[in-house]
């Protein structure tokens, strides 16, 4: 297909999920702040198979503006992979990513434009007093703590995905196609001159987080493996310090039983330390298993995510 005309100057990808009751106020928000900026934008809608009647609201909107895209995944992906299939999809000089939930505001989105226009190739929408429960919020603390240190990276957690990059970042984020997906990580590890402004952070329009405990922290493992080998040095040196205290201790015990003449005792001490020590090399084994486990996965080439559906206006730009 050709691609269509004019090139948008603005992008807006979404991946969306169980928004139902959201999308037509998404919709009226997003026009409005961006037609100000120019009549030339796109609303890019990946829907993830929420299992709700999401598609056919954006089949909708998508009838009713030719600025409107929407793609539908053959089955539930996850965030990160819809954000993937949207900036594949996207056609604009500039992009933005955000949530679908209005937490983000679309009214933020001109200011994120003109940080842009004074030189950066990401501007990110930091959140000031985030409007979300507590649990979350400490979750969210931890998760970024912890990636922060296990992957080497100094990644700001008050920042989530609302935010606008240039086509350069864009183009080269598609060239990123590895399995496992941390949107905001792969953007950082890029390196482009990156800043970013406090915005509004506001309660969910409708309905609550589909994000539960067990997602954050599988995220947390999956996105700590994709980004860092630290897990696996930090394992090696701890063999390496408990070999070098346990030679010492033994060579203590050694030479007290010379000196005093005495036998080695201690059974019980010996039978926990033989079970601590094999506790200890089947978690550094489990360790490897799972690094091994996602070069087998990177190894089948899969497709990123599958699209079962689009609307009649997507396909332009699309890359998968």
């Known amino acids: 297909m050709e691609q269509l005309t004019p090139v948008p100057?603005?992008?807006?990808?979404?991946?969306?999920?169980?928004?139902?009751?959201?999308?037509?106020?998404?919709?009226?928000?997003?026009?409005?702040?961006?037609?100000?900026?120019?009549?030339?934008?796109?609303?890019?809608?990946?829907?993830?198979?929420?299992?709700?009647?999401s598609w056919p609201v954006i089949e909708r909107l998508a009838?009713?503006?030719?600025?409107?895209?929407?793609?539908q995944f053959s089955r539930n992906f996850g965030q990160h992979y819809?954000?993937?299939?949207?900036?594949?999809?996207?056609?604009?000089?500039?992009?933005?990513?955000?949530?679908?939930?209005?937490?983000?505001?679309p009214e933020e989105i001109?200011?994120?434009?003109?940080?842009?226009?004074?030189?950066?190739?990401?501007v990110l929408a930091l959140r000031g007093a985030r409007q979300d429960p507590l649990r979350k919020r400490l979750t969210s603390w931890l998760f970024y703590?912890?990636?922060?240190?296990?992957?080497?990276?100094?990644?700001?957690?008050?920042?989530?995905?609302?935010?606008?990059?240039?086509?350069?970042?864009?183009?080269?984020f598609r060239r990123m196609r590895e399995q496992l997906r941390f949107f905001g990580g792969q953007v950082q590890w890029m390196g482009f001159p990156t800043t970013g402004i406090e915005v509004q952070h506001n309660e969910r329009?409708?309905?609550?987080?589909?994000?539960?405990?067990?997602?954050?922290?599988?995220?947390?493992?999956?996105?700590?493996?994709a980004y860092s080998d630290k897990p696996l040095r930090m394992a090696a040196r701890l063999g390496l310090t408990m070999a070098?205290?346990?030679?010492g201790f033994g060579g203590f015990l050694l030479v007290r039983s010379l000196v005093q003449s005495s036998p080695i005792q201690g059974w019980a001490s010996l039978i926990?330390?033989?079970?601590?020590?094999?506790?200890?090399?089947?978690?550094?084994?489990?360790?490897?298993?799972?690094?091994?486990?996602?070069?087998?996965?990177?190894?089948?080439?899969?497709?990123?995510?599958?699209?079962?559906r689009m609307t009649p206006n997507a396909g332009a730009g699309f890359e998968h």
């Open 9 to 53: 100057l603005i992008s807006v990808v979404i991946p969306v999920y169980k928004a139902e009751l959201i999308l037509d106020e998404l919709y009226r928000r997003l026009r409005d702040a961006l037609e100000p900026i120019s009549p030339r934008f796109e609303i890019v809608l990946v829907e993830d198979c929420g299992g709700d009647r």
């Open 63 to 71: 009838q009713a503006d030719p600025r409107v895209v929407g793609l």
């Open 82 to 105: 819809g954000i993937t299939a949207g900036l594949d999809q996207c056609r604009g000089d500039w992009v933005v990513v955000m949530d679908c939930d209005l937490q983000d505001q």
């Open 110 to 122: 001109p200011r994120l434009y003109a940080k842009a226009l004074e030189g950066y190739d990401v």
């Open 145 to 172: 703590r912890m990636f922060s240190y296990l992957a080497d990276i100094d990644f700001d957690g008050d920042s989530g995905n609302f935010r606008i990059m240039s086509r350069q970042v864009v183009s080269n």
């Open 205 to 225: 329009f409708e309905g609550a987080s589909t994000y539960t405990w067990s997602k954050l922290w599988k995220l947390a493992a999956d996105t700590i493996i």
């Open 244 to 247: 070098a205290v346990s030679f």
């Open 272 to 308: 926990v330390s033989l079970y601590f020590i094999g506790g200890l090399i089947i978690g550094i084994l489990g360790i490897l298993g799972v690094y091994l486990g996602k070069a087998f996965d990177e190894s089948k080439k899969r497709p990123l995510y599958i699209v079962r």
